[in-house]
Nanobody, 115 residues
Framework: QVQLVESGGGLVQPGRSLRLSCVAS????????MGWYRQAPGKQRELVAT???????NYADSVKGRFTLSRDNAKNTVYLQMNSLKPAYTAVYYC?????????WGQGTPVTFSS
């Protein structure tokens, strides 16, 4: 059974950085795409950043230049480095992966801001 486990969220001050991690229970090369979505309070879930097995990376316009998606194949882990954070990024961040059959989602890790 595929499991995605996120970590790294928390309370952060504006302008600071966080790195989210997502560990998969299977080889991440088994996925066609993998990445992160987020859901802010009262809003729909939206794409943050994803990459394909072939190496194409896609970022939401709102995070380009601030967020970087990377992976460690040996650890079956995907990372989201988030820099210059701002309160508008308050959300629960979800790791997601897709294979030929279905989508998989983690339980989410929240990112909130202190003044």
């Amino acid at each position: 059974q595929v499991q995605l486990v996120e970590s790294g969220g928390g309370l952060v001050q504006p302008g600071r950085s966080l790195r989210l991690s997502c560990v998969a229970s299977v080889n991440i090369f088994s996925f066609n795409t993998m990445g992160w979505y987020r859901q802010a309070p009262g809003k729909q879930r939206e794409l943050v950043a994803t990459f394909t097995r072939g190496g194409t990376t896609n970022y939401a316009d709102s995070v380009k230049g601030r967020f970087t998606l990377s992976r460690d194949n040996a650890k079956n882990t995907v990372y989201l480095q988030m820099n210059s954070l701002k309160p508008a990024y308050t959300a629960v961040y979800y790791c997601t992966a897709q294979n030929w059959l279905r989508d998989f989602w983690g339980q989410g890790t929240p990112v909130t801001f202190s003044s």
